[in-house]
């Protein structure tokens, strides 16, 4: 059951930032255009709502879609090491979860009131939450995926891709500022992630938990003994 909640987290999360990045881009470039006039024009950071920053020019809601998108991924990684690896993390692993759901939610605070209120808002300590929200998910997600396997490992896979470290030094630089529809394969990353957990849930192997006491649980197909004064029987 876990498993199937963070991926149904997973998957809203990836469906709402899909939906925050057609409102930037639908209209202004279809899928693979980045050359004609309304489509560059819209590439400009200015446009930019993940993370908005000044000068900035809000497009319809995506600002709003985006601030829920990234709060529903902070909740879903309060469980995420025990729906890839099923086991509790470490001293290191447990410390960067911890400051990654706190970063990631401050974001996802401030985008969601620069969508409310049409001005930028930052984060609380903007560069001390903004560099761990950068670098720290993408360390983290590499180690889980180590310990991942099967569907979990594929799940630790994509949701790497989606990290903000890979997607902003890769895929989201286009041709003049941003690429168009780079928070949609973004999303979309991200839900494979949640359809990942969702295969684990129903296909993967179960492993068999043993009790303390199972040890002492007597083999019924062994015929019992027992001491009488002429000796064992």
């Known amino acids: 059951m876990l498993r199937v909640g963070v991926g149904l987290l997973l998957g809203t999360s990836g469906a709402l930032m899909f939906a925050a990045s057609w409102q930037r881009w639908a209209g202004a470039c279809s899928w693979g255009d980045g050359d004609s006039g309304p489509c560059s024009v819209r590439q400009d950071h200015l446009y930019d709502f993940v ?8 497009v319809g809601n995506a600002a709003e879609l985006a601030g829920w998108s990234l709060l529903v991924l902070a909740l879903a990684f309060v469980a995420l090491p025990w ?3 099923g086991r509790r993390p ?9 400051g990654v759901v706190l970063a990631t939610a401050a974001v996802g605070v401030a985008t969601l009131r620069s969508g409310l209120s049409g001005d930028v808002v930052e984060p609380f300590a903007p560069y001390l939450v903004g560099y761990v929200w950068f670098l720290v998910p993408t360390v983290l997600l590499g180690r889980f995926a180590v310990a991942a396997r099967g569907w979990a490992l594929a799940a630790a896979i994509w949701l790497f891709l989606a990290t903000p470290f890979i997607a902003l030094t890769s895929y989201a ?4 500022d941003a690429r168009p529809w780079w928070e949609a394969a973004w999303g979309v990353l991200t839900a494979l ?11 993967g192997a179960r492993p068999r938990r043993e009790h303390p006491g199972d040890a002492h649980v007597p083999d019924a197909a062994q015929p019992s003994r027992t001491i009488s004064p002429t000796g064992i029987h």
């Not at 470490?90 to 911890?98: C, D, E, Q």
């Open 193 to 203: 992630a949640g359809l990942c957990l969702l295969g684990a849930a129903a296909f």
């Open 83 to 85: 729906a890839l690896t």
């Open 173 to 176: 630089i286009g041709p003049y």
């Open 51 to 58: 993370v908005p920053t000044g000068p900035w020019e809000p």
């Open 90 to 98: 470490g001293v290191f692993s447990a410390t960067a979860l911890v």
